[in-house]
């Protein structure tokens, strides 16, 4: 029953983003016909040749969260070459949480390891509508990709053992611990830190961005597009139920930065 439970806020939340981009489409559409229609009564003040530009934020995605740092260099008039870093959680789609006792971590049944994604990418920023006015909007996609490194930490779980009443800190195996013992809890996260396992993979983004800040200098921006990370095999996050090795996840973002002359 949770897990039909999760599986349904995951496609509302899926059905969410997707009604964002198209109510932000259709606003930046709407901003780009306005500003086509009448004179910069309100031109931006601020407009210069900026080389570089540095930008950071954080997102949500389908699948958790995460944050990045962005670096641009200005190619011509409207494309710039961009370098990504980022790093973000990874859960899975049936993972539902168990609540323990009072004064201990709640754990999520099955799930074995926690995953995370960080991401080195390269690629363009091309603008295809720029601002003309003070709270315009400026209209650019991005293509970006590179390799994804994907980390999985064990979970460790705080146990007592049924028959003899032991307590002990164990990583967490699935078959046993839900036969053999009482979880009391999950472990701090730190334990097992030096078991993390390197999965190597690529990854490509595609983005719309929209660019609302008053001058050019600044950055203030929403991002949404999609991400798809493959892998050469499956990395584990649950136990006793499928684990992925392509990863398509939809995000939006909020970006803040700053360009230089």
């Keep these: 029953m949770e897990a039909g439970c999760l599986m349904a806020v995951y496609a509302i939340f899926e059905t969410i983003m997707t009604r964002a981009l198209a109510i932000i489409l259709f606003l930046s559409c709407l901003s780009i016909d306005l500003n ?35 670096r641009g260099w200005r190619q011509t008039g409207y494309v710039n070459k961009i370098y990504n870093v ?6 899975h789609p049936k993972q539902f949480k168990i609540e323990t006792v009072i004064g201990s971590q ?11 994604f960080l991401r080195n990418s390269f690629g363009w920023q091309k603008t295809w509508y720029d601002k003309e006015v003070k709270r315009g ?13 994907g980390l999985a930490k064990p979970i460790y779980m705080n146990v007592t053992y049924t028959e003899t009443g032991a307590e002990a800190t164990e990583r967490y195996d699935y078959d046993k611990h ?42 203030r921006s929403l991002e949404t597009g999609f991400n798809f990370d493959a892998f050469p095999s499956r990395i584990p996050i649950m136990a006793a139920t499928y684990n992925d090795q392509f990863y398509l ?6 970006h803040l930065g700053k360009r230089y002359l």
């Design 106 to 116: 709640g754990y999520f049944e099955g799930k074995i390891n926690s995953v995370f």
């Design 178 to 219: 839900s036969t053999q013992t009482i979880i009391r809890g999950r472990a701090p996260f730190l334990i097992g830190i030096d078991e993390t396992n390197i999965y190597p993979g690529l990854h490509v983004k595609m983005a719309l961005n929209f660019e609302y800040s008053a001058d050019d200098e600044n950055i």
């Design 86 to 91: 980022e790093f973000l959680n990874v859960n």
């Design 36 to 70: 086509a229609q009448v004179s910069p009564a309100n031109p931006i003040e601020k407009r210069g040749f900026y080389r570089t530009m540095n930008m950071y934020g954080g997102f949500l995605h389908t699948r958790g969260v995460g944050a990045y740092y962005r």
């Design 137 to 149: 909007v400026r209209v650019s996609s991005f293509f970006l990709f590179g390799p994804t490194i």
């Design 249 to 254: 996840t939809l995000y939006i973002a909020l």
